[in-house]
């Protein structure tokens, strides 16, 4: 049984796919769709040997060496050419550590990968990232769970390069049109905490109003788009 995070990420991985989970600790992902049959081949990629060894043995238990392969890899250095896969899974953790993990590995995609990334924050970094090296973003998701507000966004290599604006890439392209109540109550969340920022530094005896000013624009463009209805 998958967390709700992790359930909507597999909601995305279509039938019969071969999936590098990279960063997988304890590959509870690749054995659950292993398991339902969705997909036909993983490859459990991780960094740290404390949880490589989790993923062997919960992957031991489930009886699922035959199909998925647990790597000790840096990022998509997990990935061989003959797995043949075809799609890529990122999830929990920050967007800086996702951009990384996909410019460093640049060499390993081919381009007919579908990825499916979910930062825990820092998701324009992500989308700047997928901008920059023609990919189209083809689905987004927000869910909350346990507190945590979660984004899943999901994209596919094009042969021209997709310009988003930078509301896009920091609300989100399908997001910021979709505008649900999980997505209303991250950016209210978000103008919370640079309202108590603002307030902050007034109290200092130096104020930075150039900085205070730069909050109070972020604050107006995070309001503009969660009151406007279009
Ligand atoms: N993907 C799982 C999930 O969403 O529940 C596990 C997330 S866990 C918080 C992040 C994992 O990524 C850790 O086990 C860490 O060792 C691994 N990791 C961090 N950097 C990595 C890298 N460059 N290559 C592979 N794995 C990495």
Redesign the pocket.
């Known amino acids: 049984h998958l967390s709700k995070r992790?359930q909507a990420v597999s909601d995305h991985v279509e039938s019969g796919s071969r999936l590098a989970?990279?960063?997988?600790?304890h590959a509870?992902?690749p054995i659950y769709l292993a398991k339902n049959h969705i997909i036909s081949y993983g490859v459990v990629?991780?960094?740290?040997k404390g949880?490589l060894s989790n993923a062997i043995s919960e992957i031991k238990k489930a009886a699922l060496l035959a199909i998925l392969q647990p790597r000790l890899?840096?990022?998509l250095a997990a990935i061989q050419p003959n797995d043949n896969i075809n799609v890529i899974t990122i999830?929990?953790?920050g967007g800086n550590?996702i951009r990384h993990?996909l410019e460093a590995g640049r060499a390993k995609l081919t381009g007919t990968e579908k990825l499916i990334l979910?930062p825990n924050v820092g998701e324009d970094t992500v989308r700047r990232w997928l901008m920059t090296n023609a990919y189209q973003i083809k689905a987004e998701q927000i869910l909350a769970e346990d507190g945590h507000i979660y984004e899943i966004i999901t994209a596919v290599k094009v042969p021209q390069k997709v310009s988003y604006t930078e509301k896009e890439l920091k609300f989100g392209p399908f997001l910021i049109r979709e505008k649900s109540p999980v997505f209303i109550e991250k950016w209210q969340e978000e103008v919370r905490l640079l309202e108590r920022v603002i307030s902050n530094m007034q109290k200092a005896s130096h104020k930075n109003t150039q900085k205070i000013n730069l909050i109070s624009d972020e604050i107006q463009i995070i309001k503009g788009v969660i009151s406007r209805e279009s």
């Open positions: 992790l989970d990279i960063g997988s600790d509870y992902l990629g991780e960094v740290a949880p890899a840096d990022g999830a929990g953790m550590l993990i979910q």
